[in-house]
């Protein structure tokens, strides 16, 4: 009995193993590499989260943004140049709208909202001051 052609297909099995051992080894080896390049970005996001989070209390508050309209800037600079808090009636007639009770509750409304966004505060019912 000849067992050559048996060893021969061995031999062609061991060599596809090996291969496909040394492919494998290969791919092992570049996620391995991915695995620490990617254990490393989270460790910098970690300490750059730590960092951020340290510091945010030292950053500058930036003012709230004011809504769109424009009659809210106009609303601030009547309470820069103001001396005391003001009413609804004293912001509508400083932006020159008619004391219409529309306007009255608009304005109202639009000084609740800037109470609300902390640029304003409500001293006491209805009178309204800049925030310090």
């Known amino acids: 009995m000849n067992i050559q052609p048996l060893l021969d297909a061995l031999d062609l099995q061991e060599d596809a193993a090996r291969a496909l051992a040394d492919d494998l080894h290969a791919q ?3 996620l391995q590499t991915r695995l620490r390049e990617a254990e490393t970005h989270l460790e910098h996001l970690t300490i750059t989260r730590k960092t951020v989070t340290g ?6 508050i930036s003012p709230p943004e004011l ?3 424009p009659d809210y800037p106009r609303i601030l600079a009547a309470f820069n140049h103001a001396t005391g808090p003001l009413r609804a009636k004293d ?3 400083a932006l ?3 004391l219409l009770p529309k306007n009255v509750e608009g304005t109202r409304a639009k000084l609740k909202r800037l109470v609300k ?7 006491d019912t209805g009178n309204f001051a800049r925030k310090q």
Request: charge should be negative.
């Open 28 to 30: 092992i080896d570049d």
């Open 55 to 60: 510091l945010a209390d030292r950053l500058p």
């Open 67 to 69: 809504p769109e309209h």
């Open 91 to 93: 912001v509508c007639e």
């Open 96 to 98: 020159g709208h008619e």
């Open 117 to 123: 966004l902390g640029i304003l505060t409500e001293a």
